[in-house]
Every structure is written in structure tokens, then in C-alpha cells.
């Protein structure tokens, strides 16, 4: 059986979440296998940081200085920049009318400057973005607008195919090849979403994978 650890980051530095404290997490955890967070004709734009996911690319290619290890992308294709633009609005109005998410979004980022990696990986992570899209749901109820409607069930349909698409990747992976230790990197609002999931899959594959989410706690 894999054992696979969750480790769950940021994709810029912020305080202690930081290149270091991810390679040190790599280091510790020595895996033969990374699963990240890119698709798989984009894997030289990851290495060379020119994805979003810059924080990881660095500790990635530092632990690859010194260790053999596979690097498996396993996300969809990027969604077009529209997307993500109508997401930063939704978000920039939700902001406006809610006190309530301005502080949780102040709090989290707090949180993960002073705490790092110890915060992203823990319950305590996870509740914070429970909250935030709990609240994020309330405003949109709240103010009827149409568009934020639109534009916060595209998302969460999109974010839904993407979490579905890794874990289907990574079970493919575990499946047709040989390994014991592996990572899956993934930014910390998936965490409980992905905790969730390798649940539901474990049920149906039980002797294929055994999952860690206590590794990415340095």
C-alpha cells in the first residue's frame, strides 16, 4: 500500500509559509512521488515558476537537487482568464458588504504568515474556510445579485471537476505504478474538500492508498 501525505500550502510566501519550511517538509517526508497541482503538458512552466504556483516550484526544485523523485500533474486545464477575474469580483463585493469576511480573510492570512505550515495543515485551516465560504454564501443569498450567483456556481462546479480530476489522477497513478512514499501538493482552501474525498475513495479502493494529513504539520 502508498502512503501519501496531503501537504497543504500557499502558492506565494507569506511570513513562515515560505520556500524553506516546504522544502523542509519535503526533506522530512523523503517522497519518491510529488503529485502537484498543474496539468501535465505544464510541467517545465511549473519548474520554471511560471505558473501561479510559485512557492511550490522552489521548494520542488530544491529537493530535486538532492533526491530522485517523479513529479505527476494531475489538475485540468487552466480555466481562461475571465474566470478568474469574475471570481476576484465576486470576491471584491462580497468584501464591500460583509465586515464578517473581511475579517476572515484578514485572520487567515495572519494566520498563515505567523503560523506557516502548522496553520495550512490543520483543523483549524480548514474551519477558517469553512467559514469564509459559509459567509461568502450568506452575502450572495443576502443581495440577490444574479451575476455573483452565476459566477460563485461556475466556480464551485469548476473547483468540484478539478478536486475530482486529482484524486482520479493520483488513484490512476497509485494504481499502474510502484512506490512507498508520496506528496501531494495542494493549495489549503481544498484541504478539507480533499480529506473528504480520499474518504470516499478510500471506501472503494481500500488497499491502494493509506493517506497522512499530519506530515505537512513542520
Known amino acids: 500500500m502508498k502512503c501519501i501525505s496531503l501537504v497543504c500550502t500557499v502558492h ?20 519518491e512521488v510529488i503529485f502537484i497541482e498543474a496539468l501535465p503538458d505544464a510541467l517545465d512552466q511549473f519548474l520554471a515558476a511560471c505558473t501561479n ?31 478568474f ?6 470576491q471584491e463585493m462580497i468584501e464591500g458588504k460583509s465586515p464578517a469576511s473581511r475579517r476572515l480573510i484578514m485572520w487567515n492570512k495572519n ?9 495550512l495543515n490543520s483543523e483549524h485551516c480548514s474551519k477558517m474556510w469553512t ?28 473547483i468540484e471537476l478539478r478536486e475530482n480530476e486529482m484524486m482520479k489522477n493520483i488513484l490512476k497513478y497509485c494504481d499502474e505504478n510502484s512506490f512507498e512514499r508520496g ?4 493549495g489549503a482552501a481544498h484541504r478539507q474538500s480533499i480529506i ?8 472503494k479502493y481500500p488497499n491502494l492508498i493509506q493517506w497522512d494529513f499530519t506530515c505537512g504539520k513542520n
Not at 506565494?12 to 517522497?31: C, D, K, T
Not at 477575474?85 to 465576486?90: F, H, M, N
Not at 506528496?183 to 495542494?186: E, N, S
Request: glycine share 2%.
Open 12 to 31: 506565494e510566501e507569506n511570513g513562515l509559509a515560505n520556500v524553506s519550511g516546504l522544502y523542509a517538509i519535503l526533506e522530512r517526508i523523503q517522497p
Open 53 to 83: 504556483n510559485k512557492l511550490e516550484s522552489a521548494a520542488v526544485r530544491r529537493y530535486r537537487e538532492n533526491s530522485i523523485v517523479e513529479l505527476v500533474p494531475v489538475d485540468l486545464p487552466t480555466p481562461k482568464s475571465r474566470f
Open 85 to 90: 477575474s469574475d471570481y476576484r469580483y465576486l
Open 111 to 119: 494566520y498563515v504568515r505567523d503560523h506557516g505550515f502548522a496553520y
Open 131 to 158: 467559514e469564509i465560504y459559509a459567509d461568502e454564501r450568506a452575502v450572495i443569498v443576502k443581495i440577490k445579485d444574479q451575476r455573483l450567483t452565476e459566477i460563485s456556481e461556475i466556480w464551485n462546479k469548476t
Open 183 to 186: 506528496v501531494f501538493l495542494i
Open 196 to 203: 473528504e474525498k480520499t474518504k470516499e475513495w478510500s471506501e
